[in-house]
Every structure is written in C-alpha cells, then in structure tokens.
C-alpha cells in the first residue's frame, strides 16, 4: 500500500533527523549483526598471519612444536572466519524485531544430511529389515 504524499513527507523528515543524529547512528551500528560479522572476520585474518607467522618461525628455528601450534592457530581462526562469514550472510529478521520463516526440515529423526551421525545411525537400525534381529 503506497503512502500519502503528507506520509510520505513526515517519513523523509523522521529519516532526515535520523540520519542527522550520530548518537542514533552509532546505536544502530552497534546493534548490526553485519557490523559484528566483519570485525570478527578481521581479527581473525589478523590472527592467521600470526599463526602463519608461528608456523614460518617454528620451521626455522626447527623447533616443530612451535610449527604445529602455528598450524592449529592458523586452522581454528579460519574456521572461526568462515563461520563468522556464514552468520553475516543469514538474515537475522528477529534482531529487529521481526520474525523469520525457515523451510529447513526439523532437525532429528528426518534422515537428510542435516541429522547428526547418530540420529542417521539410529534411523538406519531402526530400518533394517526383520530378519537381522
């Protein structure tokens, strides 16, 4: 449904004196997911090159316990990015207020990929035919 044209107006006015005010503004900032996401996502680049620097110093110092930790700190903050990336690129209608609608099947007994192992496992046992028993 379009607004009026006098609807219009006080909504561009709200909005102009919304947009003027930096308290609001940071307020908002603070509260986007998206804004959280992508701080994450480069401290956790930061956090690669250190391990990735680990990883070089302990090569040539040949000491391959310094090496491995680099490795595992490099690996763990990649995975923390990606998932961080992830969460960004989801809506999360209900930070505003709204609500979202998920067309994902319920997690459990459904048999798809999104079961856990032992879920899929059970429902295997549980399909079986008679005579194995």
Known sequence: MPLSEHEQRLFEQIEQSLAEDPKFASAVRASDP?????????VAAGVVVVGLAL??????????AVAVAGFVVMLASLGYAVQSHRRSQTPDLHVVGGTTTSRRRPRGRSGGR????????????????????
């Open 34 to 42: 998206r804004f959280h996401a992508r701080r994450r996502v480069l």
């Open 114 to 133: 999104r079961g856990s192992f032992l879920d899929r496992m059970e429902d295997r046992w549980r399909q079986r035919p008679e005579g194995h028993r």
């Open 55 to 64: 990883l070089i110093y302990g090569a040539v110092i040949k000491i391959p």
